[in-house]
């Protein structure tokens, strides 16, 4: 059985998604550390105390523990100012490795975890392989000023493409950014996408799944469901929604799921209030509802309730929502960009237009309102797709060959060179590790 510490800095698995700091990343720890371990691993999630009351461990199911640790203010921190508190993440990490009987491999997520996991190699000899979930000169392009990121991130990340053990690319255009920005070798890198859970996604008949959440039979519905930050691009669906009513005599109701509250307050959500004022600009106030946030128990109605589910960012490394919409028999529209143009399949599971731009989205919608019978066969064939190829097991299982081809050469090596688990920093395959990793 081999022992896998998955570290993810920021992104808890305990963590309710939909908030500013909280969304997919955490969604894809949560899953892949269940599923991993159903498959014979044992799961160590490290992740950063953010409350006093988290205990240090937590067995959280069987063979995974959550472990918390001490780096930083036991409060929430936004992520762009993590970094100085890594160091202290790697203390904790090596010392509590040193002192349980090591791992066999750890599983980084984003780059400030690459730190972490690069460093314990230096010490401990561990290989490593790394999920970006965003690079950071992907970021910078497309959100300019608004990234707040320390510009050293784009040099950690260089050096993590150079010395990590693998790369897990989540669709091809992260591997070909990776190849293309940062040099990175072909033969290095993995593409295992995001998942789905299919025993909480699943198709829902259209008004079953409306009376569940108290909504019309008849009304034409439009679902936006995510993180409610400028990103996802909620400002292009709000006008595309105007532009349906202009241009094409559609009145449909934009049902939009998410925020830092289960109602829909703008005093904790910006962009709530951001998104209503554009929705008065456009004169569709009258068909946008916020719902606020909703749990994940009953997200599988809001998908199937809705007739088309929309997601249109300017930018999105991968996106598991347009997985979920399309497990539950919805159609999807979204953008042409990261792995959302790796997700749908244009014009079969439903179809790919340009980020902002409401024109064609608009057309887009109206077009499946308008033909009722393709807007079926796009939601039967989008559940063929995400079942055939984006189940959180299917994932779990080209992480772990993956993994498993990784352990398997250096335990090799450490056999040959007379290693066993635990050998001192500074000896043999350790000292090498450490001087590569200081160079």
Known sequence: MHRLALISDHASPLAAAGGVDSGGQNIYVAQVARHLSRLGYRVDVYTRRDDPSQPEVLHWEDDVRVIHVPAGPARFVPKEELLPHMREFSRF???????????????????????VALRARAVLGIPFAITFHALGLVRRMHQREADRFPPMRIDIEQRLVREADRLVAECPQDAEDLRTLYGASPD??????????????LPVGRETARAALGLPVHERLVLQLGRMVPRKGVDNVVRGVARLRRDHGIDARLLVVGGE?????????????????????????????????????????????ADVFVTTPW????????????ACGTPVVGSDVGGI?????????????????????AQRVAQLFLQPELARDMGLAAVRRAQERFT???????LAALFD?????????????GLGRGAPAGSGLHAGLAARARS
């Open 261 to 305: 509250s289960d109602t829909p307050d703008p005093s904790l959500t910006p962009e709530i209030g951001r998104l209503a004022g554009i929705a008065r600009e456009e004169g569709v106030q009258d068909l946008v509802t916020f719902t606020g946030r909703r749990g994940r128990e009953v997200l599988r109605f809001y998908y199937a309730a």
């Open 405 to 417: 081809a990784t352990v398997q050469p250096r335990s090799a090596v450490r056999a040959r060179a």
């Open 93 to 115: 990490f090596i010392d509590r490795a040193r002192r349980h009987g090591g791992y066999d491999l750890v599983h980084a997520n984003f780059f400030m975890s690459g730190l």
């Open 188 to 201: 290095r890198i993995d593409v295992v996408p995001c998942g789905f859970d299919a025993d909480e996604f």
């Open 341 to 361: 143009k790796f997700s749908v399949a244009h014009g079969e599971t439903g179809y790919l237009v340009p980020p902002n731009d409401p024109d064609a989205l």
């Open 392 to 398: 959180w097991a299917g994932v779990a299982n080209q």
């Open 315 to 326: 930018y999105e490394p991968f996106g598991i929502t347009p997985l979920e919409a399309m």
